[in-house]
Structures are given as structure tokens and as C-alpha cells.
């Protein structure tokens, strides 16, 4: 089904309440930041949503609206773990009620300020993409929550590649199936939060962050917010650290052996 863009992605304003913001049909995302690996480092930001369904809406055949998401971005200089966090957060108004999910991607949607604009589903590139993509079937948007997928803005594709975002991994708040299994990636406990961790390499990444009640679609839309977490939970070694490593090992274990030798050597 189809839905009208009446409602679209509301960028998040600063302290303990979501500030409303003019409607916006395109994606603007949230800088979390860069990090280098230290441990213990964090950032949060806000969003919100219109409605409750925008995450879980893309994994079935006929993708979903990037509309009804939020979008956090995020780069590492450095491989780690990192943990991301999103949870129900005070929206305007005071509603709450999110049950959050996610999926994070390698890659980044175009900057809002670039020549041909923020990316949205709806770009003349966007819906031949989509046509492309899905093989002519008839698609709600650009969003596809369990596989790589690919957007654009209002610039020509022939001077400007489209933004391809690499699926890598998806967690959800609680289990849902709508009618042809249980969604992977549950966590199996309805509280309006979910964390996950993930191994990941120096790069760029992407966080689609929205809704995993699919019945919701078909209720009255209503703004839910978002607080969004990413923590560093552990530094990853360089390979050339892990070279190191065993090197010194290596010189560790022949220093024993001979030191072994020369004592059996002793009367």
C-alpha cells in the first residue's frame, strides 16, 4: 500500500524535549560523529518519527518509505566495538509509545547541501532506481531494512552517483510477524528500547532508525521520538599491532625454550 507524504522525517532539536521543526520530504541526518576507538566514548542525539511501523514497514516485498525514519550517521577512524542504543525519548507534545528498530549500513546518503540536494524516495533517480532494483514491482519507497539498497537526490546520475547503502546488521524492540514468520533480529522484550553491538572496521556507516509495529500503519500518525545512542565498548588492534603481538610472543616462547635447553644442559 501506498501512503501519502503528509508527514516526513523531523529533525531533532536539543535538551530533554523534541522541538518541532518545518516538515521536511528528504533525508537530513544526524551527525553522531567521529570516533577513534577510545573506549568509553559516546554521543546522543534526538529525532522523531510520524508513526510507528517506518522500520519494519522495509522489510517486507514492497520496501518502505524513508518518510516515516530517522537517520543517524557516524564514522570510525579506527576498527571497534561499538554499541548502538535507541529508545522512546518525550516527543512534542509529551507522546511516546516508539518500539524502536534498525538497521545499519556502510555509506553515506548525499549531504543536504550538495548541488543536487538532500536524497528522497521520490527523485525522478530515486523511482528509476527503484524500478531497477525491485525488477519493476511497485515499491512504497527506497528503504529495504534486511539488504543493500540504493537512493538519490535531484541531481543528474550521469554526473553524480547515487548514495548506496551496504547492509550490515538490524536489531528490533520485542517480535513481530505479520503474516509469513517471525522478523529475525527481535529482541524478544517489548520496552520501547534496543541495543546492539557490532564489530565494525574504520569506515563511514548509517543508522535508519524507525517504528517495528507494523499494524500501526493503519492507525492515526502520530510524532514518537527517538533518543539515539552510539558507545565505544572496546578498541580493536591494528593488524600491525596484532603483528606485534605475536612477534614478541614468538621471541617469548624461543627466550624459554632456550633457557630450558641450557638448564638441561647443566650437571
Known amino acids: 500500500m501506498r501512503y501519502s507524504l503528509t508527514y516526513a522525517l523531523v529533525v531533532a532539536g536539543l535538551g530533554t524535549e523534541l522541538v518541532s521543526m518545518p ?8 551527525n553522531l560523529g567521529t570516533f577513534d576507538g577510545t573506549i568509553g566514548a559516546t554521543a546522543t542525539d534526538l529525532a522523531s518519527v510520524p508513526g ?13 518509505d524513508t518518510h516515516k525514519l530517522a537517520v543517524y550517521q557516524f564514522t570510525l577512524t579506527n576498527a571497534a566495538d561499538i554499541q548502538l542504543s ?4 518525550v516527543a512534542i507534545g509529551g507522546r511516546n509509545g516508539l518500539t524502536p528498530g534498525f538497521s545499519l549500513y556502510s555509506g553515506l546518503v548525499h549531504d543536504p547541501s550538495s548541488p543536487g540536494g538532500p536524497d528522497h ?22 528503504f529495504r531494512a534486511l539488504h543493500d539498497w540504493r ?3 535531484e541531481s543528474d546520475p550521469a554526473t553524480e552517483p547515487p548514495s548506496v547503502l551496504s547492509y550490515i546488521g ?8 505479520y503474516g509469513s514468520g517471525i522478523i529475525p533480529g527481535g529482541d524478544g522484550l517489548l520496552d520501547h528500547q534496543v541495543v546492539q553491538n557490532f564489530h565494525l572496521p574504520a569506515g563511514i556507516y548509517s543508522v535508519f532508525v524507525g517504528g517495528s509495529d507494523y499494524a500501526s500503519q493503519f492507525a492515526a500518525v502520530k510524532s ?14 591494528e593488524p600491525e599491532t596484532y603483528a606485534m603481538l ?10 624459554i625454550r632456550r633457557r630450558k635447553a641450557v638448564g638441561e644442559l647443566r650437571p
Do not use: K, M
Not at 535507541?86 to 525519548?89: G, H, I, L, R, Y
Open 23 to 30: 516538515v521536511q520530504a528528504h533525508i537530513f541526518p544526524h
Open 52 to 64: 510507528n511501523f517506518g522500520w519494519i514497514d522495509g522489510t517486507d516485498a514492497d520496501w518502505g
Open 86 to 89: 535507541f529508545s522512546q525519548a
Open 121 to 142: 524516495d521520490f527523485s525522478a533517480g530515486s523511482i528509476a532506481i527503484r524500478d531497477t532494483d525491485s525488477g519493476g514491482a511497485i515499491t512504497e519507497g527506497a
Open 151 to 153: 537512493i538519490t537526490n
Open 170 to 177: 538490524h536489531a528490533y524492540d520485542g517480535s513481530q510477524d
Open 224 to 237: 514518537l521520538g527517538i533518543s539515539g545512542t552510539i558507545s565505544v565498548v572496546s578498541a580493536v588492534p
Open 246 to 255: 605475536l612477534t614478541g610472543l614468538g621471541l617469548l616462547g624461543v627466550t
